[in-house]
């Protein structure tokens, strides 16, 4: 070996040449590359979570109904229990808080209390 081949950086002869780029490597630019960019928005667009939680406007009656009494909250833990399945839910639309009829602020049709009836 030559004193200049003893200075060149070791590298491996058997990869292609920077710039040539194989039908594998242009489907992963082609295919992965916008997975990888819509992976964020879409992880976002699943986060994205209904709050119905602005409760500054009642009284401290209607607030202690709300969190005590009923024992409100905005996920329902229980699958069978949904307030838009209640026979006391109001619905404002799509993605939007509703109201109901017994526990005062805004609810959330995936919220659930303990005075759940469902709609028959
Ligand atoms: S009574 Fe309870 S479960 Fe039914 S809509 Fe009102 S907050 Fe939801």
Not at 92 to 114: E, F, L, M, Q, W
């Amino acid at each position: 070996m030559s004193r200049e081949e003893s200075m060149k950086p070791a590298l491996d002869t058997n990869l292609p040449p920077a710039n040539t780029m194989t039908r594998r490597s242009a489907l992963a630019r082609v295919v992965v590359l916008p997975l990888a960019a819509a992976l964020p928005a879409a992880l976002t667009g699943c986060s994205k979570t209904l709050r119905c939680e602005d409760t500054s406007g009642l009284s401290p009656d209607d607030t202690r109904l709300r969190t005590e009494i009923a024992a409100y909250v905005d996920q329902s833990t229980d699958p069978s229990k949904h307030c838009a399945e209640c026979v006391q839910f109001n619905p404002a639309g799509k993605d939007a808080c509703g109201t109901c009829k017994v526990v005062k602020g805004p609810i959330n049709p995936n919220g659930s209390c303990k005075l759940f009836v469902k709609k028959t």
